[in-house]
C-alpha cells in the first residue's frame, strides 16, 4: 500500500472552517483514550471541564482571567509569526512588561496622580519594557543573522530569574518590605488604589468583571489587523514572510522590518505584563510558582496558530482555549489530572497542523501492486 | 587538589554536560537529515518522566533497573518523535510549528506533568539512580580522577555514542546517504535513496536520544521527578548543535562547557564567592552564555551556517507527475 499527498487544485470553503473545529473534536477523542488508558471517567471529566470553564456561577468571570493574558500572547506571537518571525519570547516579555508597568504604577500612583493618567503611563511602560525585550533578539537576527527562536526562548529564562530576583532575592523598589508579611514571605508592594485597573461588571452568573486589559485585547486585534491588511507596513511584511528574496528585490527594508515586527509582537506581548499587574495580581508576581509556571507565552502560539495568525480568531480562541485552561486550574487536586489541559492543547494543534495539510492536499491510498510498473516503489511508511 | 574550583567545575560540567550532550547528538542525526525538531524539550521530559516511573515500579536488582529504565526512555522519546516526524515528512507541515506543538503537548504543563501527577511520582527520591562506576583509588587520583574516572556509566555511554555518530557520519554508506539527505534530497532521491525512510529513522533516532538525555536528569543529575526538571535543557541541546557546526566531536566540547556554567552557580554558593547580584549573574549564566555564542557562530566566519544542512527544514516533494 502506498499514500500519497497531492495537492488540491482548489480549496473548498467549508475546510476553513471545518478543520479547526474538526480539530478540537478529534483532540477530545485522542484526549478521552488517554484518560480511559490511565484509569479516569472521561464522560465525567469532560463534564467538570465544560462546567468549571463556561457554565458554573462566576465561571466566566475567572475564565476571562485567563484569557484576557493569553488574546495578548496569541496576539504578540500572531504579529511576528505572519511575518515568519519565530518569537517565542511571548513569556519574557510579559515579565519585562509587568515589571516595567508596576514601577510606572508605583512611582506614579504613589504620587497621587489622577487614576487614568497612572493607568495610560503603566500601558505605554508596559509596552515600552516588552518591546526593549523583544528588541535583543531582534537586533541579533536583523544585525548578526542570529536564529531569534532560540535567543528569545533562552532569553524567556533569564527575565524569569530577574523577576524572581526582584521579589525574592534582593529588596528591591517592587517588593513590599514593610509590615508583618513581608517577613514571612517575600511579595511584591502593593499598587496604590489610583494604578488599579478598573473592570466593567455585568449582573450575569451572580457578577462577572470584564477587565479593562480584556478591551485593550480587543483594540491591539484591530490595530494588529489594521497594520496588517491596510498599510503599507503590514503588507511589506507579509511579502517578507511569503519570500525573502522577492522583498529584497521590491526594496523592503528588511533589517527595520525585523526590528519592527519585533517591536511589535513584544509591545503587545508587555502590554499583557502590564495588565496582568494593573487587573489581576495589583502587585509585581515573582513567585517561580505563581505567573511563571502557568506559561501564558507559550500557549499564545497554540492560540495564534490555531486562528491561523488572524488577530480577532486569536482573540475569540483566547477565551475558549482560556475557559479550559480556567477549568483546568479550579479543578486541579487529586480527582482531576493535571497536565491534561496541556496534553488537549498540544493534540488541537498537531491536528490543525495535520488538518491544515489535509485541506489543501488530497490523500490518496494505492495499492502498490496497481503502480508497480508505473512508479519506482517506495518503502512503506514505518510503523507509528 | 581535586577540590579546586576548576577541577570540581570542569568534573561537573562532564556530568551535567551529558544530557545536553545525548540530546544534542539526536537533534544533529534528526537535522543532518533535514529535520529540524524543536520538540527537544518536550522529549526529553516524557523520556525523564518514563525513565522515573521505570525505577519506581519495576522491582529488580539496580542493574537490570537502570537498564530497562533508559531503553523506557529511549522508546518515549521515540513515540514522541513519531509524532513531529509524521506531520513533518509524511504531512509536510511547518517544522517549526510543528516542534513547538511538540514541547507544548509533551513538556512541564502537558504530557510529561500529567504522568508524573498521574503515577505519582513527585516528591520521592529515586528508587535506584546511576553512581560512579571506577573503583575509589581510580576515582582519588589527582586531576584525571575525579574528571575522568569519577562519573557514571551513563558519561562514558555517550563518549562511545559520539565516537559511533561521528563514525557513522563519515566512514559508512548509511550515514553518508543521510548527509546526501539533509544536503540535496531530489538528488539523493535520483540517487535510489528512500529520503522518506532515512529522513523517518533519524528523527525517531533524535527522539531516542532525547528520551535518555531526559532520564540521564531524573536518574542520574538530580535522581527525583519535578515538573519542568530540564529546565529548557533541550533548547540549549538544539543551540549545541548550531555551535558544533553540526559535528558530534564538537557538541562533546560545548555541552561540557555549558555542563560547567550550570555547574558554576552552586559551586559559586558553596564556596561563598559573590558576584554581585550572585544568585540573578550565576543563574542566568547559560541562558546568556547560550545567547552570545548563538551570536558569535552566526556571524562572522561562519556566516555562510558553515556545516549546516542545505535542506534543513525543508520538506522534500517529488515532482512525480
Known sequence: MRISVEQRLRRPRWLTVAVPFGSVVFAFLVAAVVLVATGHDPVSTYHQLFDAAFLEKQSIDQTLIVATPLAFMGLAAAAAFRMKLYNIGAEGQMYLGAITGAAAGLY????????????????????????????????????????????????????????????FESESYWRQTKGFNATVFPTGKPLPHSAVWPGWTLHVQGGTTIPLGAFFALLAAAVLWLLYKRTRFGFEAQVLGDSQRAARYAGVRMRRKILAVMAVSGAIAGLGGASQVGDFSHALDGDPNGLQKIGYGYTGIVVAALGRYNPFAAVLIAFLLGGLENAGNTLQGPSFPAGLVGVIQGIILFSALGGEILSRHRVRITRKSTHVTAAPARAPEPAA | MNDSLLVVLIASGVAYGTPLLFAALGELLAERSGVLNLGVEGMMLVGAVMGFWTVERVHANTGLTLALAIVIAAVAGTVMATIHAFLVITLRANQIVSGLALTIFAGAVGLSSYLGNNLKLADVPAAHSFHTLLPKGMQNLPVV??????????????????????????????GLNVRAVGESPAAADTMGINVTAYRYAHTLAGGAFAGIAGATITLAITPQWVDGITYGAGWIAIALVIFAFWR???????????????????????????????????????????????????SGTARRRLGAPAALGVAYVREEH
Not at chain 2, 151 to 167: E, R, T
Not at chain 2, 281 to 295: A, D, F, G, R
Request: aromatic fraction near 10%; charge should be positive; proline fraction near 6%.
Open chain 2, 145 to 174: 580522577g575525579p574528571i575522568l574516572f569519577g562519573q557514571n556509566i551513563l558519561v562514558y555511554a555517550s563518549w562511545l555514542c559520539v565516537i559511533a555518530v561521528g563514525l557513522y557520519l563519515s566512514r559508512t554508506r548509511p
Open chain 1, 108 to 167: 506614579l500612583g504613589g504620587r497621587g496622580g489622577p487614576s487614568a493618567f497612572v493607568i495610560a503611563a503603566m500601558v505605554v511602560a508596559g509596552a515600552a519594557g516588552g518591546a526593549g525585550w523583544a528588541l535583543i533578539p531582534g537586533v541579533l537576527r536583523a544585525f548578526f543573522r542570529t536564529n531569534e527562536i532560540l535567543t528569545s526562548l533562552l532569553l524567556n529564562y533569564v527575565a524569569g530569574l530577574i523577576l524572581t530576583y526582584l521579589i
Open chain 2, 248 to 298: 558530534p566531536e564538537l557538541c562533546l566540547v560545548g555541552a561540557y562547557f555549558f555542563g560547567a556554567l550550570q555547574a558554576l552557580a552552586p559551586q559559586l554558593q558553596a564556596r561563598n564567592i559573590s558576584l554581585g547580584p550572585t544568585v540573578l549573574w550565576s543563574n542566568s549564566l547559560p541562558y546568556v552564555m547560550t545567547v552570545l555564542v548563538l551570536v558569535v557562530v552566526s
